[in-house]
């Protein structure tokens, strides 16, 4: 294996990565919108410690999606 095969491997891993990482922030908002809808369907049935729970829960799925989405812009640089 040369060196250019080896930038190769590295791209296909690197465009590899960036679909991965793409998927997982679509997905980890699909569940914080869900979340949140979830958590307004329990305060609206007065389960609002529940509610809260989830709240936090979604706030949790923010964060951890911005770390997605620096992971993914990393890979650019």
């Known amino acids: 294996m040369n060196a250019n095969d080896k930038r190769e491997d590295f ?26 809808g979830f958590s307004r369907e329990l305060e609206n ?18 964060k951890s999606t911005e770390c997605l989405k620096k992971a993914l812009r990393a890979l650019d640089e």
Request: aromatic share 10%; glycine share 6%; proline share 0%.
């Open 11 to 36: 791209m296909d891993f690197n465009e590899k990565a960036k679909i991965r990482l793409g998927h997982w922030v679509n997905h980890s908002e699909e569940h914080q919108k869900e979340y949140e």
């Open 45 to 62: 049935a007065g389960r609002d410690v529940s509610a809260g729970f989830i709240r936090e829960l979604a706030k949790l799925t923010e």
